[in-house]
């Protein structure tokens, strides 16, 4: 036997079509941004097909490889606030707001799902894990086999009241269990329980929020949302069920009940019995049993246990707030410690990790490529690349080159993907920071340098890691501290002398519909002269360094705090062949004008004298 790539099912080897799912080598619906066939998860999973795709869940047919058994995943994809581009598995939000509320909402169905994990090996509940994994979140559920409930009761068969509760004891165990930890399953019902025929083998179809479907085991507040929903809600639905059990007919909906139907009950039903079910399935949810425990006591004939008296209101409210404050200070203390303790420590200590990796080149002109190649055969290395990076490329492909600025502790590995987004907030295994990993513009040619050389990094305030010593490049000072700029790619070793540093826009806003264009990778002679030339009005200091149309230069962007998506950049110049990489330091001169976007000026509440003076360079 084999196994269906699509839906996972054993299917005969010579199976052309699959007898479960229909697959026949192409999926009847192809829907955008889902995980491809094959993906592993959680290094247990095996995606197959897309088994679903709602508006915030996908779900996927899958193969746990430790329990050797079919399982469907269900992946946080929010279409409002996320997409995933083709081929990728990290998703990416289409905004910082987006971020945010995702950030939140995967927060909280992790914390949510953990729980249900956790109760689920100890009832019918049918959830097997639940982990975060591509910048999103996942959880796993069985597929089970059997039929529903709803083929053992009802349709006019009547079972004993104690067959009922016998039957039914597996769903009480499982309600009562999530309401100890103060959940509840909101969708109960003979449709969601299985059944191998003779007992029940598992609860499904648990929904967060609960979704209401308007049938006869749906509690009235369920169509109110799940802020009026509780265990009580719960309490409704398993009254339905053994009422259904016990009388062979489902029983009327809450509306149709409201208008005056009523509840019927065969002949010589057991009074206290009856009573407790018509308890249960109270219009009134304060009328109701509160807890599925309360209802299971009276199932039994046991009273219920005495309720300290309620605390009064103030004292709730002082201890809400207090809880409230305490669970604020954990969370700020949580989140203070990951972003100015644990992340800096890793981002510190990969980078020293990926710099050791850096093989010296060999001097006894042995071929280093056979080790190499032996050591990673599935590696499909460029030609002429430098050995000295091959540990770097095996690890990601997407290494380009590394930059060196020693006297600011700038010394990273500089990646290049196929956009300028995908190295923002993850590094070079592919692993979510929000120190990204500096990376070359996506159009930069590497094998022969461009005209413009761009490379991207973040300015981290709070530990100056990544570009944020770049802000020490402001005065003179900072740049007879660190004159010279070292730039590796897989193909030569480059030297730039520092020409100028500049504070520009992102956003047009910010400078009267204008943003200054020094995101280009070539130019012809004159225009790159050109904008040599608005360059010298923006830096902030002369260098003494010169440029001329020959050359080639680098460009480093980073954010700064100069007012609203404002960017620090700094320009080198290419060392030239023969020239020394030496610097006369007496020809650095402060501008004492230099130009700025209008929001420098309006940030400052200063005139702009460069209002009426528009670029030489247009590109």
């Known amino acids: 036997m084999k196994r269906c790539i699509f839906c ?29 066939l094959g993906t592993r998860l959680n290094g247990r999973y095996v995606l197959g097909g897309v088994c679903s795709k709602g508006k915030t869940f996908t779900v996927y047919y899958a193969f746990d490889s430790q329990t050797r058994s079919r399982v469907k995943i269900s992946e946080y994809l929010k279409e409002s606030l996320m997409y995933r581009l083709k081929d990728e598995l990290i998703i990416k939000y289409y905004d910082d707001a987006c971020r945010a509320k995702g950030d939140r909402e995967i927060s909280a169905f992790y ?34 086999s ?68 308007y049938s006869p085991f749906d509690a009235p507040e369920k169509q109110l949302g799940a802020r009026q929903c ?47 079910i018509e308890k249960a399935l109270s219009l009134n949810k304060d009328e109701r049993y509160q807890t599925v425990a309360e209802f299971s006591a009276a199932l039994r004939g046991e009273k219920p246990k005495e309720k300290k008296a309620a605390p009064p209101r103030s004292e709730i409210i002082r201890r809400c707030v207090l809880a409230l404050a305490v669970i604020c200070l954990i969370f700020s203390a949580g989140v203070l410690i990951n972003n100015y303790v644990i992340e800096p420590l890793k981002e510190e200590r990969q980078a020293s990790e990926l ?3 850096i093989q010296p080149t060999q001097q006894n002109g042995a071929d280093p490529w056979q080790s190499i190649k032996e050591k990673h055969p599935d590696t499909d290395f460029p030609a002429n690349m430098n050995p000295s990076f091959a540990e770097l490329y095996a690890i990601n492909p997407e290494f380009a080159g590394w930059i060196s600025i020693p006297s600011l502790d700038i010394s990273y590995s500089v990646l290049q993907a196929e956009d300028n987004k995908k190295y923002l907030r993850r590094d070079i295994y592919g692993k979510s920071t929000s120190y990204g990993v500096p990376f070359f513009d996506y159009h930069n040619s590497l094998t022969e340098l461009d005209r413009n050389t761009i490379i991207y ?20 000072d900072g740049f007879k501290k660190a004159p010279l700029i070292g730039m590796s790619t ?24 204008h943003i200054f264009n020094y995101i280009f990778t070539n130019a012809a002679n004159n225009q790159f002269m050109n904008y040599v030339r608005e360059i010298d009005k923006r830096k902030l200091y002369s260098t003494g360094v010169d440029i001329n149309e020959n050359d080639k230069i680098i460009t480093l962007s980073t954010c700064c705090y100069d007012f609203d998506d404002a960017r620090l950049v700094v320009v080198g110049r290419l060392l030239r062949e023969g020239e020394s990489a030496d610097i006369d330091f007496s020809l650095a001169r402060k501008n004492e004008n230099p130009k700025f976007p209008q929001a420098y000026y309006d940030k400052n509440r200063t005139a702009n004298p460069y209002a009426n003076d528009p670029d030489e360079f247009n590109y």
């Open 457 to 476: 990094g973040h300015n981290m305030r709070h530990d100056d890691k990544i570009f944020g010593t770049l802000e020490q490049y402001r005065t003179v």
């Open 355 to 357: 710099e050791n990796l």
């Open 146 to 213: 059997g039929t529903p409930l709803s083929s053992l009761i009802g349709n006019g068969r009547a079972i004993p009241l104690k067959k009922a509760l016998s039957l039914l004891s597996p769903v009480i165990d499982c309600a009562e269990k999530l309401s100890s930890i103060g959940k509840w399953h909101g969708s109960l019902s003979p449709y969601t329980i299985i059944t191998d025929g003779e007992k029940i083998t598992a609860v499904t179809g648990y929904s967060y929020p609960p979704k209401s479907l």
């Open 230 to 276: 509780g265990s009580f809600t719960d309490v409704y639905a398993i009254g339905a069920m053994l009422y259904e059990a016990a009388t062979g007919f489902i029983p009327p909906n809450a509306a149709e009940r409201d208008k005056g139907r009523q509840l019927k009950f065969p002949q010589g039903f057991p009074q206290r019995e009856r009573t407790v």
């Open 490 to 513: 897989l193909y030569g070793d480059y030297t730039f002398k520092v020409y100028a540093v500049f504070i520009t826009n992102s956003m047009p806003s910010d400078d009267n519909g």
């Open 111 to 144: 914390s949510h799902y953990v729980k249900l994990c956790g109760v689920s090996k100890s009832c019918a509940l049918d959830f097997i894990d639940c982990f975060a994994e591509n910048s999103t979140f996942y959880f796993v559920c069985a597929v089970n």
């Open 8 to 36: 996972l099912s054993e299917c005969p080897d010579s199976a052309k079509v699959c007898p479960s799912c229909g697959f026949n080598g192409v999926p009847e619906k192809s829907y955008e941004g889902c995980l491809p």
